[in-house]
């Protein structure tokens, strides 16, 4: 999965993880992309990407994101902000 810069190797078994990274490894360096290996995670079973929380099984939105939007103030009347 890639958004921008940010990309995710998935794997079910530690050997697809391995090959699945070693694939993109090999795409990378035919387009001469470069990583930075500072702001790299390898084999994490569960991290925060684009605003949710993603483990091997799902993935839930971060409820440090959300939760002040769930707790937004209804408006109480036409004239009231929104």
Known sequence: MAYRDDVIVFGTTKEGYDNNFKKLFERFM???VRIKPSKCMFEVMQLEFLGFNVCSKRYRPDPNRFQPR???ESPKDQNHPR
Request: glycine share 0%; net charge positive; aromatic share 0%.
């Open 70 to 72: 769930v707790n937004i």
């Open 30 to 32: 035919q387009k001469n």
